[in-house]
């Protein structure tokens, strides 16, 4: 509603989005957030050797050099229907692909033949509930629709008074509000614990089940929720892991991410002759000192 801008949105259990001032924190990757949108038009059509590839749907009105002119309708996500009508043809011929993308269960182009001046193509795009699981740690997932990443509304409750700041680190270690996570549930099967609501602005809600507390939570896209908390991910590991885990939040003051841009710049890591890494096996990024004259402070 204010036009505000999110920078380092988390994906803690439990946070919240924390939104810029108007106009005393415009941070470096607020300016490549408001970029973003100005290019997602370049990629919605792409012109290859006389073939027209769509591969976003997304309503728009593609015209090409030589005169041809189609146009995209669609209340995707909202709706899994596409068509495309060829409004005006050009000065030379062209043929038709449309990306099939992967979690529609196929993947690659597919080939509609010729364009011709007047004609209609209608296609849908199946979406279905689905898992994709973190490197770290094989309980925990996140919930798909299609494409759409679906996230646990859990209301305002925790909030602070305000979550617009000039300083993103005042919230970076804000207390989390509990969530206890689907622990019972199959994240191979989430459609058999995860119902649609109401079609209109795909919501979901789980079933009481599949949560430690008997609990009942409602997913919707990610990208509807602010203002309130949220879940980003879930997990299905045991108490003592989460207990553990729970333990450590509760002492601890701060974090430093050895390896991590940001993470070095906010507490101000200075090194010489270091090396940087990923290790595969504990998901981490590291630096380490190389050489005699190598440091990390």
């Known amino acids: 509603s204010s036009g505000a801008k999110t920078y380092f949105v988390s994906t803690k259990p439990g946070t919240f989005h924390v939104y810029c001032t108007a106009d005393n924190a415009f941070w470096c990757c607020t300016g490549t957030g408001m970029e973003n949108p100005e290019r997602y038009n370049r990629f919605i059509c792409r012109e290859i050797d006389d073939e027209l590839y769509i591969n976003l749907f997304i309503p728009s009105t593609v ?15 909202y709706s899994d229907s596409v068509t495309v ?3 005006a043809a050009g000065t030379k011929p062209k043929t038709l692909k449309v990306r099939i993308p992967s979690w529609t269960g196929g993947s690659g182009y597919a080939d509609k033949g010729a364009l011709y001046a007047g004609e209609s193509l209608s296609f849908t795009l199946p979406m279905t509930l689905h898992t994709r699981k973190t490197r770290d740690r094989t309980g925990n997932f996140s919930v798909l629709y299609g494409p759409i990443a679906l996230a646990a509304d859990l209301g305002k409750k925790g909030m602070p008074a305000s979550d617009t700041v000039n300083d ?31 079609a209109s602005s795909l919501s979901f809600t789980t079933d009481v089940a599949v949560s430690d507390t008997g609990t009942s939570y409602t997913l919707k896209p990610f990208y509807t929720i602010h203002h309130e908390m949220y879940s980003l991910y879930f997990n299905t590991e045991n108490t003592a892991d989460r207990s553990r885990e729970a333990r450590l939040d509760a002492v601890t003051i701060d974090s430093v991410e050895p390896g991590r841009q940001q993470s070095e710049i906010d507490h101000r890591i200075k090194e010489n002759n270091t090396l940087t890494g990923y290790n595969v096996h504990a998901d981490r990024n590291f630096r380490a000192t190389s050489g005699s004259n190598s440091f990390i402070t």
Do not use: C, R
């Open 63 to 77: 015209t090409t050099d030589d005169g041809w002119k189609i146009q995209i309708e669609t209340l995707f996500p």
């Open 85 to 87: 009508k060829v409004i």
């Open 168 to 198: 993103q680190l005042v919230f970076q270690n804000y207390p989390s509000v509990p969530f206890s996570g689907f622990n019972k549930a199959d994240p191979d099967h989430p459609e058999m614990w995860i119902h649609e609501t109401d």
